[in-house]
């Protein structure tokens, strides 16, 4: 018993902090002694912290909150967050929208054969005079006495007719003629005589053979002398020939016989015969007079040549002109003219007339051109004519190169063309439109692809011929490194193999088609004007077989790019409209409460700081936000931004003034909570201006006040969670790289200038009463007959605080002890200015009893549980304002009294 009182008025001894008031008469049976604890706890608290010497209602230091707050100017007190926001914006769909935007719609190419069935024909074709010929003239013949000799006599004949014929036209009574240089047979001038006298014959001057001269009557001049080849005896004939080539002939003509005897003078008996003759003569030029006459002439074999090795030819149309060219001083009437095919065409026979011409004439000396149409033609033809002239009354000059020259020249389209291939090329070329009007592809503008696919879908040849090459190539569609000369060209080569990486295939076999898929990354489109051009050349196998080719053959493809994906870009758009969320369900919206579409951010320390503080309505914020991207050009951001608290509570953040969005603009259409539209006050719209460098990122920063925004508002939720779905609209020059950069960061600014009913605050505290010794045994010689615990406050924060304070176990259970008792005790702000700062502390207590179970309980006491809930008094300022320094300052005290049996 002794034992027990004394290690009780030990502890009482040890524990206390005031004076105790111990017994100073002699021991009764009984006494009553009162016990103080003066701190059971004692805290300072500022409302924000832990600072020196005080902890906080809101601890700071906490992860999560500890980089909240700062102390500004005048020892104000402000929150501060920064924070990066993953995936706050995402410009993805800007690229994919873009790049939809950008691909062409699927077109239809071909190339026909025209250029090949389009050729140029020539014939050229004359009706010759060819030669003037002279049938053979026998210009003497004649038996004459020689009285005496030596002789030199002229002989008398008639003039020579000098008619003409022609492998055209025939000619008569030539007055003059010249002869051409032709000999072997022609131009002859033969000369016999037979000697029926009774000497043997020579020239008169007994030199040599007997001799002819034949000179012209109008002149005198030698034509020609005739020297025999011997001295003709008596009874025998001597002959002797020269040449009249190069001579003029005139039908008038003087023959003078040259005879002598070698024995000298003599008085011959009997008589000689003299024959002059000519073989055909062939004159250069004439001059003779053209009788009317009609003639038939034909040429055979007249060839058509063409721009390739042709076997026949049927036409569709023709350019065709038969040029008359009439060199003969006459006129000449073409009365017909056919040409006929020599060979088989197709369905048409040999001789299918393919020309009739109507009668038509040609001056003397001219040349007229008629139009003409063919239906078939063959390599070889036959040009059959009548041809008539009304000829000349006096004579004319005329030479052996005169004639009628036909020629047929002209441009034709063939619906077939019969040949022998040579390697005949055509080609063809056209634009793929971009038909989007949001986007514009001036000179130099470009996209790269990241990836995509050219499809040649159902590449047909309906040629019977093969195809040695065909390329298909796109000048806008450059490979790397992109100079002019790097071009993509498609090939389809005889004998290749297929090799997709080189865009090279094996040959196009006809009638058979086939589709390719060629890889598009790292390929860049130059659509300028928003068009690609694409060409198509085709060259022909050379075969010694003949092959045919239809108007109808051609080569052709759907192309189509798709899948494309941009890796960089640099063009020109028109009000460009972008999702920046995937719509995911394809219902046409973006849902900011559907997680898979809307971009998700946590703000880590406004989370923290929810969980211990709700009811905060604040004002004067400052929200920064800024964006960093690499993305060069003009957009606006329609955006819709929910912020979420702890308690699941949401707020849109609402743009103002120039960030306002209006009814009238459609795009935020799509938006929606829930399935809901958006209204135009829960959506803002944000300007921006990109970089002018993709190289060289750009930031842009944006901050959000209470004149653009209701950023008060939606930040007194203290949202954890930002959710973000929107659209953009861009204009003007962009220009994109990937990867393409948007960072957002948020800096939240709030000083703390706090207008609100109720700041709802909880902390737990260390507060260990297991060493308290509190006998509690009715048997004990020392018994608790009163026990208290009494709560004071000095408060000068300028703000009530409601206070309760509950004591918990190690397990953080309560053990049902609570200060007050009931309700909460009331703390009364501080006073304070007309700036809202406080003046001074306002100071008070309150105190509980504690039944026996409660005290039996107290010493289970490990933790004390602070529940404050922060207001404003309605009676001052409708908002305050905290310094650093401002603080609560709470004390729990225990007061206790002993009653001590002595024996």
Known sequence: MRRALAGCLGLLLCVSLSRCE?????????????????????????????????????????????TLFRVESDNVLALVAEEELEDFIQLNELSRTLAERATPAPVSVSAGVGNILEQELSASYSFDLQVLRIAPLALVDTTMPVPVLPLEASIPSPPARLDLGTGFVDLEGGTEVMLSNASGGVNELHVTIYNGLNVPLSDSRASGPPRLRIRYADTGALLQEVVLERTPLPGETASG??????????????????????????????????????????ADRARAAIPAQTVQVERRQVTIAGESQMAGAVLASSELTLTLHNQLPVALQIESLQIQTREPVGPYPAGYATLRLDPVTVGPKATIAVPVQLGVVSREVDVLATVSTPGSTTPVDITAADRLEMNLQGTVRLDALYFYPQGETFQAEGAISIASDD???????????????????????????????????????????????????????????????????????????????????????????????????????????????????????????????????????????????????????????LDAEARVSRIDELDELGKRVSGLQVQGTDLTLSLTTNIGGEATLYLAVLGRANDGSVRFLKGRGPYAVTPGDPI???????????????????????????????????????????????????????????????????????????????GLRIPLH????????????????????????????????????????????????ATQIELLDAYDQPIGVRIPAKNALQVAAAPVDNQGFATTYREGEVSVVLNQEQLALLKQGRRARLILEVQTPAEQVAAVRIRATDALRLQLQGRFRYKVRVH
């Open 668 to 746: 935020v259409a799509p938006l929606s909570y829930n399935g809901m539209p958006l209204n135009t006050d829960q959506l803002i719209r944000l300007p921006f201006v990109g970089t002018d460098d993709p190289d060289r990122p750009v930031t842009r920063t944006y901050v959000l006040d209470a004149t653009n925004s209701n950023v008060d508002e939606f930040l007194s939720l203290l949202p954890q969670e930002l959710r973000v779905v929107g659209r953009v609209v861009a204009a003007g020059r962009v220009q994109l790289r990937k990867p393409l950069a948007v960072t957002a960061r948020v």
């Open 754 to 801: 706090i207008a609100a009913d109720v700041i709802a605050v909880q902390d737990t505290v260390a507060v260990d009463l297991s060493t308290l010794e509190l006998p509690t045994d009715p048997q004990d010689d020392v018994q608790v007959e009163e026990a208290q615990l009494i709560l004071r406050y000095a408060n000068r924060i300028p703000l009530a605080v």
């Open 439 to 593: 986007v514009v592809f001036e000179a130099g503008d470009y996209v790269t692809l990241a990836s995509g696919r050219l499809v040649l879908e159902d590449l047909l040849s309906t040629l019977e011929v093969s195809l040695d090459t065909l390329r298909l190539s796109f000048p806008d569609i450059r490979r790397p490194p992109y100079g002019p000369g790097d071009t993509l060209v498609i090939r389809f080569v005889r004998g290749a193999v297929d090799d997709p990486a080189r865009y090279t295939f094996a040959g196009l076999p006809a009638g058979v088609a086939v589709t390719k898929t060629l890889p598009l990354q790292d390929l860049r489109l130059y659509p300028a004007q928003n068009t690609l051009r694409y060409r198509i050349y085709g060259k022909l196998e050379t075969a010694t077989q003949a092959r045919a080719l239809k108007a109808t053959d051609s080569i052709r493809a759907t192309v189509r790019l798709e899948r494309l994906d941009l890796k960089e870009a640099r063009l020109r758009v028109n009000d460009l409209v972008a999702d920046l969320n995937n719509d995911v369900n394809n219902d046409g919206r973006l849902d900011v409460a």
């Open 241 to 282: 020939m020269a040449s009249l080539a190069g001579k003029r002939l005139v039908p008038a003509l003087i023959y003078e016989l040259d005879l002598g005897t070698p024995g000298g003078a003599a008085q011959p008996l009997g008589a000689i015969q003299l024959r002059v003759w000519t073989t055909t003569l062939e």
């Open 22 to 66: 111990m017994p100073t008469g002699a021991p009764d049976f009984s006494f009553e002694s009162s016990l103080r604890v003066p701190l059971l706890l004692e805290k300072t608290f500022v409302l924000l912290g832990p600072q020196e010497g005080a902890d906080a209602l809101i601890d700071t230091t906490r992860h999560g909150v500890d």
